[in-house]
């Protein structure tokens, strides 16, 4: 068996239990050591959204918000999301009522080829629940760590701009 084909039922000696809230699922998973949560989304779970953009923490693309504060999954190890709350892209929308800032997104056409969205997505939404960001500028600042090779980063500004103030203080997804 691969290092990355473990699925839920299986077990393997190397193996670590978990439990997690998984966009408002409970799920209990085995987990080899040093899966990556990218990993475990992508090739373990079927959650496609989280890209794996340069899989060493610097392009933003794999974002997800885990405990409500975001984070990049290609750096966390599945293994620390036990008894934690990971939220993705496909968990922020409420069946099928987008989430302000996913709407926002559509409005200002926030994204070209779409590969950073969702990491920008979940990282504009951990930016609304810390509540520092007060202007474009600061918005610009905080998102730094999230990159579009498009250059859609105006649209991506306008759309979080707009839906800040719809996002800020909500509690989980």
């Not at 239990?17 to 966009?23: E, K, P, T």
């Not at 990556?36 to 693309?61: I, M, Y």
């Not at 069946?95 to 997505?121: K, M, N, S, W």
């Not at 990282?123 to 498009?150: H, K, P, T, W, Y």
Request: charged share 20%; glycine share 10%.
């Amino acid at each position: 068996m691969s290092a990355t084909s473990l699925r839920e039922g299986r077990s393997d000696p190397a193996a670590h239990s978990i439990s997690l809230v998984l966009n408002g699922q409970p799920r209990q998973l085995d987990v080899l050591p040093w899966t990556t949560v990218l990993d475990l989304l992508r090739e373990q779970l079927d959650l496609t959204g989280s890209k794996k953009g340069c899989d060493h923490g610097q392009c933003g693309a794999c974002t997800v918000l885990l405990d409500g504060k975001r984070v990049n999954a290609c750096l966390t190890l599945a293994v620390m999301l036990d008894g934690r709350d990971l939220t993705t892209i496909e968990g922020l929308a409420n069946g099928d009522q987008l989430h302000p800032l996913q709407e926002a997104f559509v409005r200002h056409d926030a994204f070209q080829c779409g590969y950073c969205t969702p990491g920008q997505i979940c990282s504009a939404v951990g930016l609304a629940r810390e509540g520092r960001a007060q202007s474009r500028d600061e918005i610009s600042e905080l998102m730094s760590g999230n990159l579009c090779r498009c250059g859609a980063y105006n649209n991506i500004l306008d759309a979080i701009e707009e839906a800040l103030p719809a996002t800020r203080g909500e509690g989980g997804a």
